[in-house]
């Protein structure tokens, strides 16, 4: 495949687009290759309300079969440097204050063929490295593993996901005994307070449930955090757009004498269930109004045989305690050979491997609480500030036999 420039499309190959410049046939791209959406940051949707959202740094590419759409990609393109050489490096764009991944490729296996999946790259544009994180299984980019890529699992990543394609007895088979216990014990102490009240919202009732949930979770620990929606505004407002497009979008509430105790917001993306926020009134702690939520979510996911699996988009420490499982994630370093500069990265992969380590154990600091933090962004742990007693060297110990011996 020919190399192809920013702006400009080579024939029978592919297009790339700055988000400042034209894109509408990528968005429409997207548009046509919508079925092959294995989660919600695929659909064009999603897509759609990143595109007025997006920094100048982003770049589109599409591969086209004919006048068919067979690819389409959006990343994040920025200049970095390693020692004295300039790199362009492409990654996955990661906005708002999550900075989780937003977007990933769209493959029509069928219409792409025998091509490299590579060539969606160079749509992109100029390259000289590939950096990704977080893929996902069926992410059309682990395909490059088998190109020269370094792929591997991420150790502290992953995410959870129960499986609901069985019957209800199955799935409460999965789950722990200690927790299906604590979900029995928890109902009967709500029934004790006057019982409790499910309500699903849906359609026109999304958009006033999903406020109630915004004030929900700004009132407990995300909100002294600085973690909650109601603290996120870009993060807020996208999901507050999207759940107003998506015609799956619920916000699941729980109520225990008549005050709300617990919600949930969710979409759906073919079979999967995508749980996207909880949160819950920590002031009725003792009844786990969150447990018992999505209990009754586990409960209705059997029933419905459109819904195979519920995905919790990540790997959290509450996780383990409903018998989840722990789908890998994994990042993925390519490199531009054809390009001088490419390859001189790709013959110091060393170099990278080390990167990728560094970063992955700061990630799994952060992840170890706040009083880590200091040490996992570089700064010194208490151990390193405290001065150390002088090491004295002693003798042989010597065997005392018990009296009487």
Not at 201 to 216: F, M, Q, S
Not at 218 to 230: E, Q, V, Y
Request: some cysteine; glycine content about 10%.
């Amino acid at each position: 495949m020919d190399a192809v420039e920013l702006g400009r499309t080579a024939v029978g190959a592919g297009r790339a687009a700055r988000s400042d410049g034209e894109f509408g046939h990528d968005r429409s791209a997207w548009r046509e290759l919508g079925a092959h959406a294995q989660y919600f940051f695929q659909t064009p949707e999603w897509i759609e309300l990143l595109a007025g959202r997006l920094d100048r740094d982003v770049v589109w590419g599409t591969v086209f079969d004919a006048d068919r759409p067979a690819a389409v990609a959006l990343l994040r393109s920025a200049p970095r440097r390693a020692g004295h050489v300039k790199l362009t490096v492409l990654s996955q764009v990661r906005i708002g204050e999550s900075q989780l991944p937003y977007a990933d490729a769209l493959l029509d296996r069928e219409a792409y063929g025998e091509r490299r999946l590579r060539e969606l790259v160079d749509a992109c544009g100029p390259w000289h490295v590939l950096w990704l994180t977080g893929l996902r299984a069926g992410s059309p980019w682990l395909e490059l593993a088998s190109e020269d890529g370094l792929l591997r699992p991420e150790p502290d990543g992953g995410v959870g996901v129960m499986d609901t394609s069985v019957a209800i007895g199955e799935c409460w088979a999965a789950v722990p005994k200690n927790m299906r216990h604590a979900i029995h014990n928890a109902r009967h102490r709500i029934d004790a307070r006057g019982g409790a009240e499910i309500v699903v919202a849906t359609g026109d009732d999304v958009a006033p449930a999903y406020e109630r949930h915004i004030e929900l979770e700004a009132s407990g620990w995300k909100g002294r955090a600085g973690t909650s929606l109601a603290q996120c505004a870009f993060d807020r407002e996208l999901l507050r757009d999207y759940l107003a497009l998506e015609g799956s979008a619920q916000v699941r509430t729980l109520a225990i004498g008549g005050r709300l105790a617990a919600t949930q917001v969710a979409t759906r993306v073919g079979a999967t269930l995508f749980l996207r926020r909880i949160a819950y009134d920590e002031q009725f702690a003792k009844c786990a109004p969150s447990n018992v939520l999505l209990a009754d979510l586990l409960e209705t996911c059997c029933e419905d045989p459109g819904i195979d699996r519920i995905d919790c988009l990540a790997w959290q420490p509450w996780i383990p305690r409903w018998g989840m499982m722990r789908e890998p994630t994994y990042s993925l370093v390519a490199f531009n050979q054809r390009t001088i500069r490419g390859a001189a990265a790709r013959a110091s992969r060393g170099g990278w491997e080390r990167l990728r380590e560094l970063r992955d154990r700061r990630s799994h600091q952060l992840r170890r609480g706040p009083h880590r933090l200091g040490r996992a962004i570089g700064g010194p742990s208490p151990q390193d500030i405290a001065p150390r007693r002088p090491r004295t060297r002693r003798g042989p110990l010597r065997r005392r036999d018990p009296p009487g011996r």
